[in-house]
């Protein structure tokens, strides 16, 4: 049983900065591509940023320079390093991850999610 846990969202004022992490357990053989989607009051679940396991990275338009894309593969771990946010990052975010739990086989996961509300 693989499972991803997010953590690091809250409440920000305009301009501020939040962390987001994304812990994978369970049977894992390795992680191939891991991103963040995120998904506001009314709208359809939108991609914010990914990261291959080579750590190449492709951001959203409304996001680059802004944001940025880590993660720790010893640790089994996805970072979003959220700066300068503004009233319309607000959303839930959801970590996404394609992993090979065992020999032959990857599969698609994805985290509870964790709301970021930026107030103005």
């Known amino acids: 049983q693989v499972q991803l846990v997010e953590s690091g969202g809250g409440l920000v004022q305009a301009g501020g900065s939040l962390r987001l992490s994304c812990a994978a357990s369970g049977s894992i053989v390795s992680i191939n591509s891991m991103g963040w989607y995120r998904q506001a009051p009314g709208k359809q679940r939108e991609l914010v940023a990914v990261?291959?396991?080579?750590?190449?990275?492709n951001y959203a338009d409304s996001v680059k320079g802004r944001f940025t894309i880590s993660r720790d593969n010893a640790k089994n771990t996805l970072y979003l390093q959220m700066n300068s946010l503004k009233p319309a990052d607000t959303a839930v975010y959801f970590c996404?991850?394609?992993?090979?739990?065992?020999?032959?086989?990857?599969?698609?996961?994805w985290g509870q999610g964790t709301q970021v509300t930026v107030s103005s």
């Open positions: 990261i291959n396991n080579g750590g190449s990275t």
């Open positions: 996404n991850a394609h992993i090979i739990p065992k020999a032959g086989i990857t599969l698609d996961y």
